[in-house]
């Protein structure tokens, strides 16, 4: 199991989300910048990555990319944790938890 794995959002913004269904505040444009940062790591990831695992990418950082752009007071909590968390999008988000593709982000893609 390789240092670098893995794109998807971490233990701490999972936390988050619970936070959220407890009713708690967020605070989205903390959670903004983080799918930023998860989402450039994933491009450069992507770059290394195996041609059938990339396309696998796209579906990832696509998701991401939906998931953040509800991050907005008022958004349905479906509306931000489905595209990460839901069934539709768990194999290619568990294909790219497999994949080491951690190259591009120790510089050397």
Do not use: W
Not at 31 to 51: F, H, N, T, Y
Not at 77 to 92: F, H, I, K, L, M
């Amino acid at each position: 199991m390789g240092a670098n794995r893995a794109v998807a959002p971490g233990p701490d913004t999972g936390a988050e989300v619970g936070a959220s269904i407890e009713g708690e505040p967020l605070d989205f444009e903390k959670l903004r910048r983080k799918a930023v940062l998860i989402a450039d790591m994933g491009e450069r990831m992507q770059a290394s990555a195996p041609p059938d695992v990339a396309k696998h990418f796209r579906t990832v950082l696509k998701a991401i990319d939906t998931s953040a752009g509800h991050l907005k007071p008022g958004a349905k909590t479906r509306d931000v944790v489905d595209p990460v968390y839901g069934e539709r999008n768990r194999p290619a988000f568990d294909t790219v938890n497999d994949c080491d593709c951690g190259a591009a982000l120790q510089g050397k893609a």
